[in-house]
Every structure is written in structure tokens, then in C-alpha cells.
């Protein structure tokens, strides 16, 4: 059972989510709630003298940081394209065979993880860390709950750990 303020959270959690969208958070608003929640569970914060405004506050300044970042990372794209002359070169372009070799083998490995685990798992994988799906869009798609869809990428985080360090100790 939660206490204190992951209690306030876990009962004001749908009146923050409408605060994060209307603040123009859109569909990132569900992953900014799950972001706010585990940094709540990580941090020892002891006791808030005003735990709503704190909350809010919270969610926020998370939300500022995220556009903050997104918009430093879409700036140096654009420089780095425009100091390519405007052409995004293939990375692939100036490895070496053997180290592409390696990596399509690493990719190979990662696709076979993920398929192990089953369809759903792989497709919530796939349409949240690579095409760039919010995590409630993926569970409406999908017919399942937003619980379900955060544990399946656990699952796939879980399995993808265990195999980056099977491939560090190779």
C-alpha cells in the first residue's frame, strides 16, 4: 500500500495527467507520469509540507526538461546534417566488415530475445523504443491496460539486459 506522497500521486494521478496534457505534453503525458512515479519510488523525500503543489511542480519542471531535451537533440541534428551539407550519411558507410558483421549479429540476437518472449511483448518493444509510441497509444492499439503494456517492456528490458552481459562476458 502506498504512503505519504506516492499516496497523493497514486489518488491525484488523472487530475496531473489532464494538468500534463493541457501543459502541452500530449501524448508523452502517461510516459512523464510513469517517469514522475519512479523517481518518486527511487528518492527518499521525506515529508512535503505541501504535497499537491509539489506534485505539480514535479510534473512540470519534468515536462520542461523533456521538451528542453528533445529541443537541444533536434538542434544538433539539424547543425550536424547542415555540416554534413545537408545529407545525413549512412553510419554504416565508414565502419569496417567486421565490426558491421558483429553488429548485425548483436541486432539478430536482440530480434530473437524479443521473439522469444512472445508477439505482444516484441510489438510494444518495437512500437515504443524504436517508432516512438507513448505507452497509453500502445495499450488502446492494443486492447490492454497501460499496467500491462509496462510490464511487458520490463520484460523486454529484463531480457535484453541478460543479454548484454552475456555478450560483454563473450
Known amino acids: 500500500m502506498a504512503s ?20 502541452g505534453a500530449g501524448d508523452d503525458a502517461e510516459d512523464l507520469l510513469q517517469d514522475m512515479w519512479m523517481k518518486l519510488e527511487a528518492r527518499d523525500v ?20 523533456r521538451y528542453r531535451s528533445s529541443t537541444r537533440r533536434g ?23 567486421d565490426e558491421r558483421l558483429i553488429l548485425a549479429e548483436i541486432v539478430e540476437n536482440a530480434q530473437e530475445v524479443l521473439r522469444d518472449l512472445g508477439p505482444r511483448v516484441e510489438l510494444v518493444f518495437r512500437r ?30 529484463r531480457a535484453l539486459t541478460v543479454l548484454k552481459h552475456k555478450l560483454d562476458t563473450e
Open 75 to 97: 538542434k544538433r541534428e539539424q547543425d550536424w546534417a547542415e555540416s554534413a551539407g545537408g545529407v545525413m550519411a549512412d553510419p554504416g558507410e565508414d565502419m569496417a566488415v
Open 128 to 157: 515504443f523504443r524504436i517508432e516512438g509510441v507513448g505507452q497509453r497509444g500502445i495499450a488502446e492499439e492494443l486492447g490492454v491496460s497501460l499496467t500491462t503494456v509496462e510490464k511487458d517492456l520490463q520484460k523486454a528490458y
Open 4 to 23: 505519504g506522497l506516492s499516496a497523493i500521486f497514486l489518488a491525484n494521478r488523472a487530475a496531473l495527467l489532464r494538468f500534463l496534457r493541457a501543459r
Open 46 to 65: 521525506g515529508p512535503v509540507a505541501d504535497p499537491l503543489p509539489y506534485l505539480y511542480r514535479a510534473a512540470n519542471n519534468l515536462m520542461l526538461d
